[in-house]
């Protein structure tokens, strides 16, 4: 049984809260919708097809717009107006970034995000501005890092403040060094790192360990150095 949509203006949010709009109802769209939800956000979903909205729960109490992402009604039918991000998630890179293209163009929403199956289109893309998350290219990313040593990789860009979000690999040199020896030795900041699969929020004493996932910020101008450092440490950590 498909449940009736909820197509009206946003609801009333509480205080800290801020308004979403997700394109495409999917495994990834619904759970992002929840997410949100879940986090005390307004969610406003679209999908061109109804039945897509089975998949958010019973009580799921944001907004279901049946329709196309792109389609600048259906859009300020699920309240792109009031938005402070959208992500488009559906199963066609098309779609995701017209609508993406659309809602930063026509509705000034600058924090929007695009899922991507083609790699080489994603790298496109991020030159126009819009962030894209590359679904094949990151998950056999993934996937290798768990395997083999490479080279820092971008998941992450902000082109207008020009940072990115970098997966890198320490040398065993940094192992039992801490963050903050590292972020004296190199113009960047730890963003995150992963450890034993839960992410961690690192503070200046934290000690890295092994097989820790580091997320670094830095300017993409700086990385070559950055990784050169990371691999051989500087001439006091190698002492």
Same mark, same amino acid.
């Given at each position: 049984?498909?449940?009736?949509?909820?197509?009206?203006?946003?609801?009333? @949010?509480?205080?800290?809260? #801020?308004?979403? *709009?997700?394109?495409?109802?999917?495994? @990834?769209? $619904?759970?992002?919708?929840? /997410? !949100?939800?879940?986090?005390?956000?307004? %969610?406003? #979903?679209?999908?061109?097809?109804?039945?897509?909205?089975?998949?958010?729960?019973?009580?799921?109490?944001?907004?279901? +717009?049946?329709?196309?992402?792109?389609?600048?009604? +259906?859009?300020?039918?699920?309240?792109?107006?009031?938005?402070?991000?959208?992500?488009? *998630?559906?199963?066609?890179?098309?779609?995701?970034?017209?609508?993406?293209? *659309?809602?930063?163009?026509?509705?000034?929403? $600058?924090? %929007? @995000?695009?899922?991507?199956?083609?790699?080489?289109?994603?790298?496109?893309?991020?030159?126009?501005? #819009?962030?894209? @998350?590359?679904?094949?290219?990151?998950?056999? &990313? /993934?996937? !290798?890092?768990?395997?083999?040593?490479?080279?820092?990789? %971008?998941? !992450?860009?902000?082109?207008?403040?020009?940072?990115?979000?970098?997966?890198?690999?320490?040398?065993? *040199?940094?192992?039992?060094?801490?963050?903050?020896?590292?972020?004296?030795?190199?113009?960047?900041? %730890?963003?995150?790192?992963?450890?034993?699969?839960?992410?961690?929020?690192?503070?200046?004493?934290?000690?890295?360990?092994?097989? &820790?996932?580091?997320? !670094?910020?830095?300017?993409?101008?700086?990385?070559?150095?950055?990784?050169?450092?990371?691999?051989?440490?500087?001439?006091?950590?190698?002492?």
């Amino acid at each position: 049984m498909v449940k009736s949509p909820r197509t009206g203006p946003p609801n009333g @949010v509480a205080f800290g809260s #801020v308004h979403y *709009v997700i394109m495409g109802c999917g495994r @990834v769209g $619904s759970t992002l919708a929840m /997410q !949100l939800s879940h986090r005390g956000h307004s %969610v406003a #979903v679209i999908d061109q097809d109804p039945e897509a909205f089975s998949r958010l729960p019973d009580d799921f109490p944001g907004q279901q +717009v049946t329709g196309l992402g792109f389609d600048r009604d +259906v859009l300020t039918k699920a309240g792109i107006k009031e938005a402070t991000g959208f992500a488009a *998630v559906s199963s066609g890179d098309n779609s995701n970034i017209i609508s993406a293209r *659309v809602v930063r163009e026509t509705f000034g929403v $600058s924090n %929007v @995000v695009a899922r991507i199956y083609d790699p080489e289109r994603a790298a496109i893309y991020e030159r126009f501005g #819009v962030p894209t @998350v590359p679904t094949v290219s990151w998950t056999t &990313d /993934q996937v !290798l890092r768990r395997l083999i040593p490479l080279p820092a990789k %971008v998941e !992450l860009h902000n082109s207008t403040a020009k940072l990115s979000i970098y997966h890198v690999q320490l040398g065993e *040199v940094w192992l039992g060094s801490s963050v903050g020896s590292l972020e004296d030795a190199t113009p960047a900041r %730890v963003a995150f790192l992963v450890r034993g699969g839960e992410g961690v929020i690192p503070r200046w004493d934290t000690v890295f360990q092994e097989g &820790d996932e580091i997320r !670094l910020v830095a300017h993409p101008e700086d990385i070559t150095a950055i990784e050169r450092i990371l691999a051989e440490g500087t001439e006091e950590e190698g002492e």
